[in-house]
């Protein structure tokens, strides 16, 4: 069996450990390193996975997940260098870092695969796309969709197009996040409870999502199943063309884009 350790068990590190073990892995193959040592335990307490150094997890993973933020990477590449096993596979969910500053500050010739995943990963339902390094082979690849595909979907990507996944799914979930929220509100400005308003959109979201994913249908004909002629969701489309909410869509969309450049280019 494979032995991932996961290198910064943040936000996605712990979607991760918590996916993987719901997809069927087990604790035993499954390990983390944290700086806080009330993190190491509180998630040791929740998942039961153990918490270890990063030369133990060097000594002992076959997979390396970096899931520290871009800013923290240096110190981290620095620590895990020295002791890295010759052969072991490091995957990075790091957005914006190029698989090249990997493969500097790693000794020559480490297989490196890049990775944008998703919070999704936490119910089964990540979006990750991945790239190869120089040195990750077909096989490395193959293993690191196994391991992402028992949290989600997984598609390859040329590297050159994870800035835009990032913006995309990676940000994803946040931009539907914000969608519900302000949908809730609109139902508390129309005068419904709170908890009434949540039900109705939420599940409104569910099924949606539900209809995208599994009709084949394109959005515009979904749509328009809904809009019926002088009804009511003309009226409420209308507003939102007019307050501009797809052109807000396509800069926000952009502007992340820009950020996980911007990312990148910092540790040139
Ligand atoms: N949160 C999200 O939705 C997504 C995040 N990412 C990427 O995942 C990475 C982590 O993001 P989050 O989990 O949101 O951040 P986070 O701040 O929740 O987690 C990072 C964790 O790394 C730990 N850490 C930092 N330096 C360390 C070191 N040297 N040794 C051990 N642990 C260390 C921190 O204590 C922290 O718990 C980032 O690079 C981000 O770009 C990618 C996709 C989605
Ligand atoms: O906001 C961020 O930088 C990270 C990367 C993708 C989602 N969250």
């Not at 007019?242 to 926000?252: E, F, I, P, S, Y």
């Amino acid at each position: 069996m494979t032995t991932i350790a996961v290198l910064g068990a943040g936000k996605i590190g712990e979607a991760l450990l918590s996916g993987l073990l719901h997809g069927g892995w087990s604790t035993a193959d499954l390990m983390f390193t944290e700086r806080y040592p009330q993190r190491c335990e509180e998630l040791t307490a929740r998942h039961g996975v153990r918490a270890v150094s990063v030369p133990d997890a060097a000594a002992t993973a076959d997979v390396l997940v970096v899931a520290v933020k871009p800013q923290d990477i240096e110190p981290l590449l620095g620590e895990l260098s020295p002791v890295l096993k010759p052969g072991a596979l490091v995957v990075s969910l790091c957005a914006g870092l190029p698989t090249k500053l990997f493969e500097r500050e790693l000794p020559e010739g480490t297989p490196v695969v890049r990775v944008m995943p998703n919070t999704p990963m936490l119910v089964g339902e990540a979006m990750s796309a991945i790239s190869a390094g120089a040195h990750a082979r077909p096989e490395h690849l193959e293993l690191v969709e196994g391991l992402l595909g028992s949290v989600g979907k997984v598609l390859r990507v040329p590297e050159s197009q994870q800035d835009a996944v990032t913006a995309l799914s990676g940000s994803g979930p946040a931009y539907f996040f914000f969608l519900v929220e302000a949908m809730i509100d609109a139902g508390i400005l129309l005068g419904l409870p709170r908890a009434v308003a949540a039900q109705l959109i939420i599940q409104s979201a569910v099924g949606a999502a539900t209809m995208l994913a599994d009709s084949g249908e394109h959005p515009v004909t979904l749509r328009e199943a809904v809009t019926s002629p002088a009804g009511t969701t003309i009226m409420a489309v209308r507003e939102l063309e007019r307050h501009g909410v797809r052109a807000a869509l396509l800069a926000a969309i952009e502007a992340a884009r820009d950020r996980s450049e911007e990312l990148g280019r910092a540790h040139d």
